[in-house]
């Protein structure tokens, strides 16, 4: 098992490679990645912030919990940060087990709590060059208001 | 006893600083330092239970402060 908040690109054959053994019959690679659009409006990029050795820490704890939980240790994770532009990715996650169940629910727990708990902001930069705090707890306005 | 409140994101940016040294009487609390925070210009962006690391692990509201901590005050993540 290997955590990092990292703050360049991430190499997703490297990750693939370090969770990658004999006994396992499936890995799952899952790669979060910059949108070109949010709730409607033209994104070029995100500015990504943390809590840097809390990050580190928390994103640890989780891995362990998949770990414990799927029975793996064949679980690579990086979390970039600073600027990405639109198509770079921002998250990978590699999780090998002898079983493809088990790989699949291991990655998806892994991005779930991530999204719950990892102290990381993101700055979304817009067309017209404003940019903005995203708040996934706010309720999000899409299309024409009624 | 002293603590250091830390801010990020929105938070930073509306309370102009990352980090406050605030002073509070002994059996302080985390409560007590998110009431302080919200008391400052700006401070209302804060909502009233936010969520709050103490010495980079998640803490609850009423947990009771040591001269030191490092109080994290969370604007809601969006890693990922």
């Known amino acids: 098992m290997r955590t ?21 019959g499936a890995s799952v690679i899952f790669i979060g990645t910059v949108r070109d659009q949010n709730n409607g409006r033209p994104v070029t990029g995100i500015e990504y912030a943390c809590y840097g050795p809390m990050a580190a820490r928390e994103l640890a704890s989780i891995c362990t919990e998949a770990s414990e939980r799927f029975a793996t240790v064949d679980i690579v994770v990086e979390h970039r940060v600073g600027h990405l532009f639109v198509g770079e990715a921002s998250v990978v996650i590699a999780v090998a087990h002898a079983r493809r169940a088990s790989a699949y629910e291991a990655s998806r727990y892994i991005i779930e709590q991530i999204k719950r708990r990892l102290p990381i902001w ?8 404003t940019r903005e705090w995203v708040d996934p707890t706010a309720v999000a306005v899409v299309g024409p208001e009624s | ?53 103490v010495n980079q692990e998640y803490a609850r509201a009423d947990v009771v402060l040591t001269s030191g901590d490092e109080i994290a005050i969370i604007p809601p993540v969006a890693g990922g």
Request: proline share 6%.
């Open chain 2, 1 to 53: 006893m002293t603590v250091t409140a830390l801010l990020f994101a929105s938070y930073a940016d509306v309370l102009h600083r990352e980090s406050i040294e605030i002073t509070l009487p002994s059996g302080a609390t985390v409560r007590d330092v998110v009431e302080h925070v919200r008391a400052m210009p700006g401070g209302g962006i804060l909502p009233p239970s936010p969520l709050v690391a």
């Open chain 1, 4 to 24: 990092a908040i990292v703050d360049d690109v991430i190499d997703v054959e490297t990750l693939l490679s370090e969770v990658e053994r004999d006994s396992n």
């Open chain 1, 122 to 129: 993101k700055r979304e930069e817009y067309t017209d060059g």
